[in-house]
């Protein structure tokens, strides 16, 4: 494991970034986008400190306007405490920032106009960034909460589609509410809903991928024990369909006979990639 979180990390400046940096060298507003530079680097070290504390691989880190996004393999393969603190560190670390410029304030070191800036940028970045909408912090700490009580594959459908509702209803909000239109707003929120929208197309792909680890890594024995009840003629991918992270699975099923019949998750894991078997019924596990 490299020494320092952010080694090996390629580093990408999304087109928005850009867009935002070309209009503040056009206006003269160099001091502003250095600053907000700044605010989003130290936002998402906070971000990959801590995952690289939890173990994780980062493949990339991408800046944003609003902050920014550290692709990982690991959403969904760990634990909901391990992802809501990650998803936490972003914002933990605009408000060290915000305690940090108070200090330099009253040290005399900053000016009043300055801390008060640099307070608002933090404060506005952090708020952002806790809407509970995806790919935004408050929207991967609300797919970890809602992974608690119900299935993981419909926690992934419920933050994605509810998150395409929110993006959508802020495009429409920059064009209805003002004489003008707010430009920076449209851009947010179509890239929003274009994350969402492809964070949809690839749903499969993310469950599988889940699947996959569950079947590698089984849960610990401490996990809790689901019981899901199921019936002989339900397809097998169906049934996958209705399992929940941090929790241990056993299925349910009555044989030719009406005997009940009970199936670990390993049974179903191993049918689904060992056999290659998705569409297969569930009663052609027990007869």
Known sequence: MNKWPWQG???????????????????????????????????EMGHITAA?????????????????????????????REEIVVAL???????????????????????????????????????????????????????SLLSYGMPYRKCILWTLWGSLIVALSFF??????????????????????????????????QYVRFLMHRKECPPPDSARIVQLNVCREEPLYAVLKRMRKEAYHVFVVRDRQGRLCSLPEEVLLGRFFDDKAASSMIGDLVG
């Open 172 to 205: 429409l909000y920059a064009f209805t509410t003002a004489e003008t239109v707010h430009l920076h707003l449209c851009m947010i929120a179509l890239f929003l809903a274009y994350a969402n929208w492809m964070a949809l197309k690839q749903k499969e792909f």
């Open 9 to 43: 990390i390629e580093v990408r400046v999304h087109v928005l970034f850009w867009l935002v940096i070309l209009s503040s060298v056009l206006t003269g507003r160099f001091m502003e986008v250095i600053t907000l530079f700044v605010l989003v680097i130290i936002h």
């Open 52 to 80: 690289h504390s939890f173990g994780w691989r980062i493949r990339r880190m991408e800046l944003l306007p609003f902050g920014g996004v550290a692709h990982t393999d690991e959403w969904g393969t760990v634990s909901a």
């Open 89 to 143: 560190a972003g914002p933990f670390h605009n408000v060290m920032m915000v305690l940090a410029g108070i200090l330099f304030f009253k040290a005399g070191w900053w000016s009043g106009d300055w801390t008060e800036y640099f307070i608002q940028g933090n404060t506005l970045m952090a708020g952002f960034n806790l809407l509970p909408v995806y790919p935004l912090d408050g929207g991967r700490i609300l797919q």
